[in-house]
T-cell receptor, first 113, second 114 residues
Framework: SQQGEEDPQALSIQEGENATMNCSYK?????LQWYRQNSGRGLVHLIL?????REKHSGRLRVTLDTSKKSSSLLITASRAADTASYFC?????????????FGRGTQLTVWP | NAGVTQTPKFQVLKTGQSMTLQCAQD?????MSWYRQDPGMGLRLIHY???????DQGEVPNGYNVSRSTTEDFPLRLLSAAPSQTSVYFCASSYSFVSGTEAFFGQGTRLTVV
C-alpha cells in the first residue's frame, strides 16, 4: 500500500498560531491532495498539488511537496477555532489511470480560542 | 446543489441481516467510490466504479456488493452483516476517473452491527 502517513497524529494550538502537518508516502505519485473532516461530517477537499509543483497557496493554506523525500506539508496560518478538524492527505498513484485515492490516518487539529 | 447524498445517516443492524446503503450524486460524475472509516485506520476503499455498468474491488471488498446501473446512483449492499462491519461509510464521486481530480464526499452513514 502507498497509503500516506500524517504527522503528528494530534496537534493542539492557540488561535492565531500557525499549524503545520506533514504527510509522507511510499511510491511515485501523480498528485497529492489534502482534505478536512469536521467531526461527524464528510471530507472536504482543500487543495491539490501536482507532482511537478513544489508549492501551492490557497487563502491561509500553503502546501509544499518534495517528491525526492516523498513528503508534503500543509501549513495553516493564523489559525482559528473553526479550523479544528481532522486533516488527511491523499495520494494518486503515478502508475494508475483510475484516479484511486489512498488516504492517510489523519492529523487531529484542535485550535483553542 | 445537493452534491453527494447518502442515506441513511445512522443504522443499527443485527448480525446476519442485509441492507443497502444508498448513494446518489447530481454532478454527472463518472467516478464513484465507497470507503469505510475506522478509528486509527484512515479511509479504506471498498469498491469503486468508473462509469455506469463498470465496477471493481478496492482494498476491503469482502462482505460488500455494488452495482452501477445509472450514472447518478451507486448503492452498497451488505450481504450478511457482521460486527466487523461496524464503521462509518462514505460515498465519494469525482468528474473523471483520470487521476488528479477532486473527490466530493457524502456526509457518511454510521453503521453499527450488534
Amino acid at each position: 500500500s502507498q497509503q500516506g502517513e500524517e504527522d503528528p497524529q494530534a496537534l493542539s494550538i492557540q488561535e492565531g498560531e500557525n499549524a503545520t502537518m506533514n504527510c509522507s508516502y511510499k511510491t511515485s505519485i501523480n498528485n497529492l491532495q489534502w482534505y478536512r473532516q469536521n467531526s461527524g461530517r464528510g471530507l472536504v477537499h482543500l487543495i491539490l498539488i501536482r507532482s511537478n509543483e513544489r508549492e501551492k497557496h490557497s487563502g491561509r493554506l500553503r502546501v509544499t511537496l518534495d517528491t525526492s523525500k516523498k513528503s508534503s506539508s500543509l501549513l495553516i496560518t493564523a489559525s482559528r477555532a473553526a479550523d479544528t478538524a481532522s486533516y488527511f492527505c491523499a495520494t494518486s498513484d503515478r502508475g494508475s489511470t483510475l484516479g484511486r485515492l489512498y488516504f492517510g490516518r489523519g492529523t487531529q487539529l484542535t485550535v483553542w480560542p | 446543489n445537493a452534491g453527494v447524498t447518502q442515506t441513511p445517516k445512522f443504522q443499527v443492524l443485527k448480525t446476519g441481516q442485509s441492507m443497502t446503503l444508498q448513494c446518489a450524486q447530481d454532478m454527472n460524475h463518472e467516478y464513484m467510490s465507497w470507503y469505510r472509516q475506522d478509528p486509527g485506520m484512515g479511509l479504506r476503499l471498498i469498491h469503486y466504479s468508473v462509469g455506469a455498468g463498470i465496477t471493481d474491488q478496492g482494498e476491503v471488498p469482502n462482505g460488500y456488493n455494488v452495482s452501477r446501473s445509472t450514472t447518478e446512483d451507486f448503492p452498497l449492499r451488505l450481504l450478511s452483516a457482521a460486527p466487523s462491519q461496524t464503521s462509518v461509510y462514505f460515498c465519494a464521486s469525482s468528474y473523471s476517473f483520470v487521476s488528479g481530480t477532486e473527490a466530493f464526499f457524502g456526509q457518511g452513514t454510521r453503521l453499527t452491527v450488534v
